[in-house]
Structure formats: structure tokens, C-alpha cells
């Protein structure tokens, strides 16, 4: 079967506008799949290159190099060669994504946040309501905060609605940047939870998670970006792709 994701010798270089153009490679050949069902966790120390691989597969980054294939349907979408309304498409129905940090237009509420989310390309508006309740619910977000805008919530409460925008939006592939960072006990265990059921349900989820119970909990395998990271040496022609 066809995996959901897949990167095939993928490479980023970042070019230093305020060093003279100075280009730095941060990972070189990343080769995995993630399948229907796996929830993969990119591992390695810190400044590795973990987030750069999510940002390159939701298109927020422009590969240098390599493909990353995403099944929409019975098609492969190639990310690295997509035009920004093919990303915006796949953004808006196969790819969810969940930051640290909540970005959210200003003065509309979080039930309309949450809700906005969870409209599915059939569901109805009482229903995407219904769900965001729901979602705001099992993450014990009071109930007097629903109808105000999130910019002034605590980070944990901002990290909550995040969560909960990301995970009622019904997606293949989920790419969780650290999700449980600011978050007590109880709501890390909540994710945990809404995690395994995504992966019951078929998705696949590709994350990052530097707590090591939430990680032991919901990874299905680890993969250490520290062997992507290029050679010492390696010139900056082998480097970039061309
Ligand atoms: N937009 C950018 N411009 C220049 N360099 C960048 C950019 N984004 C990331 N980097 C660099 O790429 C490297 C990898 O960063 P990345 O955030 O992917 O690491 P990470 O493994 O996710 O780190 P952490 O665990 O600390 O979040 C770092 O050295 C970082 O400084």
C-alpha cells in the first residue's frame, strides 16, 4: 500500500542573506515513509533539523532537494514541486499542522477557531460547532473562555486551542511540532489519547515531542535526524542541489 508520506533523499540548505550569502546544510538524503496508522516521531538534539522537516513536508520551507510525496487520494503530491494553491489545497484537506504557537486571525473567538477548522468539505456548520465543543471539552478549556479570542490566554490555554483546532479537522497526515510543550499532566495524558485515536481512526502522524513519556506513549517508531545531518567537509557544491 502507499504510504501517506513520503521523503526520498530530501536535503535543506539555508542561505545567510546578512552573511554574505553563506549557505549552511542542516540535513542531507532524508529517506522515511510514515503509513496509514503510524504515529513516526523525529528524534536528535536540539538545532538537528526536526522542525525544518516538518516545515519543508506542510511547504512553509522549500526543500533544496529531493521529493516529498503526499497521497491525496489515488494521486502522489509532490511538495517540493507544488504550486502554492496545490498547498493551499492539500493544507486545507489532507495536511493538519499543529505549532507551539497559536497564530490565529484577531477578534474572532475560539469556538469560531476551533470551529473553522473542523468544517469538513461536507459537514455542516452546527456540526463543526458541535466538534469544536466537543474538542475544547476533553481539553478542559473553560467554558467562559470559548467566546473570546485567544491572543491574551495563557501559553497553555493558546497550546489547547491550538491542539484543538489541529485535531478536529479530520486529515491523513498530522505533523505535531512539540503540541504537549506547555501543557500540565492531565491535558499532555488527554493528547496522548486523541493521538492513539487519530492513529486508530488511519491517520498518519509525523511528530515531535521532546517529553519522553508523551513520546514512549504515542511513537510507533523514532527515527534520530542526526544521521541526515551532512558530513563534515562535504563542500557546498554537495551541498546543493542543483
Ligand atoms: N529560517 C531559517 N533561516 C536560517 N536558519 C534556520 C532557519 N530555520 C532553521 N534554521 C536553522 O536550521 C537548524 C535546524 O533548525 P530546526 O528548528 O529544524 O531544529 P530542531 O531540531 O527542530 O531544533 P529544536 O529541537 O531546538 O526545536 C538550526 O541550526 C537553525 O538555526
Not at 515513509?33 to 533539523?49: F, N, Q, R, T
Not at 517540493?80 to 507551539?100: D, F, H, M, N, W
Not at 513519556?213 to 510507533?220: G, T
Amino acid at each position: 500500500m502507499t504510504p501517506v508520506l513520503e521523503l526520498q533523499d530530501v536535503s535543506k540548505n539555508f542561505t545567510l542573506h546578512l552573511r554574505d550569502q553563506a549557505e549552511i546544510g542542516v540535513v542531507r538524503d532524508v529517506s522515511f515513509k510514515v503509513d496509514a496508522g503510524e504515529c513516526v516521531v523525529l528524534g536528535g538534539p536540539s538545532g538537528i533539523g526536526k522542525s525544518s522537516i516538518l516545515k519543508m513536508t506542510t511547504g512553509n520551507y522549500h526543500a533544496s532537494g529531493g521529493r516529498i510525496l503526499v497521497r491525496d487520494g489515488d494521486v502522489e503530491v509532490d511538495v517540493t514541486q507544488a504550486s502554492p494553491r496545490e498547498i493551499l489545497s492539500l493544507r486545507a484537506r489532507v495536511i493538519g499542522y499543529v505549532s507551539q504557537f497559536l497564530r490565529v486571525i484577531p477578534r474572532v473567538s475560539t469556538l469560531d477557531v476551533v470551529a473553522e477548522a473542523a468544517r469538513g468539505e461536507n459537514g455542516g456548520e452546527e456540526q463543526a460547532r458541535e466538534k469544536a465543543r466537543e474538542m475544547l471539552s476533553l481539553l478542559r478549556l473553560p467554558e467562559k473562555l470559548w467566546n473570546l479570542p485567544p491572543a491574551t490566554f495563557s501559553g497553555g490555554e493558546q497550546q489547547r486551542v491550538n491542539i484543538a483546532r489541529g485535531l478536529a479537522a479530520s486529515r491523513s497526515l498530522l505533523l505535531l511540532d512539540e503540541p504537549t510543550a506547555s501543557l500540565d499532566a492531565l491535558n499532555r495524558q488527554t493528547v496522548v489519547e486523541l493521538i492513539e485515536q487519530k492513529k486508530r481512526e488511519g491517520v498518519a502522524i509525523l511528530g515531535i515531542f521532546h517529553d519522553e513519556d508523551v513520546r514512549d506513549a504515542v511513537a510507533s517508531r523514532v527515527i534520530d535526524v542526526s544521521r541526515f545531518a551532512p558530513q563534515p567537509g562535504a563542500s557546498q557544491k554537495e551541498l546543493t542541489h542543483a
